[in-house]
């Protein structure tokens, strides 16, 4: 059984009612940590995750709507994480949507949509999460990034403006705390098999009259070099170690695990 080290911690997960965020919070709850899960998805849906996180793990696990892309909403989350859940002791930035489009006929609201919730977001997150760790003590920040923080794609422009744009402020927060129990630092995942990145092998099927298992293996052999998709669990278990005490001095690092990708 995995020690509950996170005992009486509390982190807020944005974006965790799917994907990475939902890999997250669970590898966080098998620590004992309690949470605030945020996101998109059907009210019933997302009742009955919380439920059984909590039930499962024996923690607190709480719902807190926001659309992130909004200044007033993540302002709102963070007031009652303070206010009604105790405060926030773990922030994982992690919503985050896609666009794909060349420079030239990006739609000016997908970019400004992108920006605001990949990267803005962030930013309202991390200021207003910060003077309560600072009272604390401790605190952890992780920023989900992506390989594409590190390296660019085609037809990703907003998105790789925006990863790269966490993964520089990821590094000015790590200086600005680097004295105290506050640490940053992002985690830039390769190809995780999420609806993120289910869209996008849709509309390759679609495009090119291939099958899911043509698209998967197109999408993996043209950047990852290991040809499987990175775990929700996987991500889990690397944000579970920058909680823990032997990355106390893990600070402002922009961590790959992405198989292989930007060793090329
Ligand atoms: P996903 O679509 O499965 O999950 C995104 C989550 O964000 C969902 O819970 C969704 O409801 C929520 N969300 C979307 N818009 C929101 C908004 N405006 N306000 C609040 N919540 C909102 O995607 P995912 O693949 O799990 O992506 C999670 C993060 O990981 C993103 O930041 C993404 O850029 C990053 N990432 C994903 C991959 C990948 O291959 N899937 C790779 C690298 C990085």
Not at 163 to 177: F, N, Q, R, S
Request: aromatic letters at 4%; a neutral charge; charged letters at 20%.
């Amino acid at each position: 059984m995995t020690e509950r080290t996170l005992q009486g911690k509390l982190a807020l997960v944005t974006g965790s009612t799917s994907g990475i965020g939902l890999g997250m919070a669970i590898a966080l709850a098998r620590r004992g940590c309690n949470l605030v899960i945020n996101g998109f998805g059907d009210a019933g849906g997302i009742a009955r995750l919380v439920a059984s996180i909590a039930g499962e793990h024996s923690v607190q696990a709480v719902f807190e709507s926001g659309d992130l892309s909004k200044v007033a909403d993540i302002e709102n989350l963070m007031k009652r994480c303070a206010d009604v859940h105790g405060g926030v002791d773990i922030l994982i930035n992690n919503a985050g949507i896609q666009h794909v489009s060349r420079i030239e006929d990006f739609p000016v609201e997908r970019w400004d949509a992108v920006i605001a919730l990949n990267l803005s977001a962030v930013f309202h997150a991390t200021r207003l999460a910060l003077p309560g760790m600072r009272q604390r003590g401790w605190g952890r920040i992780i920023n989900i990034a992506s390989a594409h923080g590190l390296v660019a794609s085609a037809e990703k422009s907003a998105y790789v403006a925006a990863k790269h744009g966490v993964v520089g402020l990821t590094k000015t927060t790590a200086l600005e705390t680097a004295t105290t129990g506050i640490t940053c630092n992002a985690i830039c995942p390769g190809w995780v098999l999420t609806p993120l990145v289910q869209k996008q092998i849709d509309v390759r099927m679609k495009e090119k009259s291939i099958t899911p298992e043509q698209a998967k293996a197109q999408l993996l052999g043209e950047k990852q070099p290991s040809q499987e998709f990175v775990t929700t669990e996987q991500i889990g278990e690397m944000a579970a170690f920058l909680c823990s005490p032997g990355a106390d001095q893990v600070r402002g690092v922009a961590w790959a695990i992405d198989g292989g990708w930007t060793a090329q």
